[in-house]
């Protein structure tokens, strides 16, 4: 069994779900896709209850989450950066205090411009995983789980690493491609994302023509 099991969401079977896949494929990291056909109400019952209930059932120590439809791996070697954090539970940076919220004022300050937590990637020890998801559920009552990822890191209910620096995932909300260069490094902070996700592209969206850009440059 490998030590590290991927998890990710495809409730309409969607195909374009296989830039994730042949990601996986390509870099041989174990994935698993729930909730097939499922459908949901709201964030909050997708990526807190659900996720909850299927990562009981994970046997691996650790796990990974990423969202399904917009993402893909770039290299082969993130638990190894992971390791590297010595933390338990490290999630992904986002630019933007997404969604709005007056749920707080004061947010730790970061030396990067991706100062926030975006909920769309992250990784740990499976079981301060879930106690870290547990602790959100039962004290954020909203239905917009980044929402509540940020509300109770804030608050300090929950104790998370952000990669600031993007080693391990790059969020591309707010990104431009010409911000990586041709292998790919983020030009902010000069390192190798070793995922990268765009924050939901439907149709011929600028997001969704930047993220075939960089699909293609990837190589996969």
């Not at 790059?170 to 995922?195: F, H, W």
């Amino acid at each position: 069994m490998n030590e590290l099991k991927v998890v990710t969401f495809n409730f309409d079977n969607n195909p374009e779900g296989h830039k994730l896949s042949e990601s996986c494929i390509k870099f041989g990291y174990d994935l698993e896709v729930i909730g097939q056909g499922a459908g949901f109400k709201n964030f909050r019952q997708a990526k807190l209850d659900l996720l909850l209930t299927e990562l009981d059932k994970i046997k691996s120590k650790y796990v990974m989450f990423t969202d399904g439809l917009d993402s893909w791996f770039l290299r082969p070697d993130i638990f190894k950066v992971y390791k590297d954090f010595q933390r338990n539970v490290v999630v992904s940076g986002n630019r933007d205090n997404y969604p709005a919220t007056d749920l707080y004022e004061d947010y730790p300050t970061a030396k990067t411009s991706f100062r926030y937590i975006c909920s769309s990637q992250f990784i740990g020890r499976t079981d301060q995983v879930i106690k870290t998801l547990s602790i959100i559920r039962d004290n954020y009552e909203g239905n917009t789980d980044q929402e509540g990822w940020n509300y109770c890191y804030a608050k300090g209910l929950i104790k998370v690493a952000i990669d600031h620096e993007c080693r391990l995932f790059l969020n591309m909300t707010n990104v431009l491609p010409e911000e990586l260069t041709k292998d790919l490094r983020l030009t902010e902070t000069k390192k190798k994302p070793c995922s990268i996700h765009f924050g939901g592209p439907k149709g011929a969206d600028q997001n969704a023509v930047n993220m075939q850009l960089v699909w293609r440059r990837s190589g996969i």
